[in-house]
């Protein structure tokens, strides 16, 4: 069974859905080594693992999806 595919902005969704920080914003991007990477663009100043919670939502998330083309 193959790996759902999804579109930059529904994984991005779905990263934000499950960081619960509000003003954070997510930019997936294709990466050549993973398949894809979320990238922490902006997040609230008290916010100091975002980048780390978004790589880790993102590594479940690459179990079961891919960036579609």
């Known amino acids: 069974m193959g790996k759902e595919e999804k579109t930059d902005a529904e994984l991005e969704d779905m990263i934000l ?4 920080i509000g003003g954070v914003f997510v930019s ?3 990466d050549p080594i993973l398949g894809w990477r ?8 008290h916010t100091k693992n975002a980048q780390e919670l978004a790589d880790k939502i993102a590594a ?3 179990k079961k999806f891919i960036l579609k083309e």
């Open 38 to 45: 979320p990238t922490v663009v902006t997040a609230p100043k």
């Open 60 to 62: 479940e998330l690459r």
């Open 17 to 20: 859905q499950r960081l619960v």
């Open 28 to 30: 997936v991007r294709k």
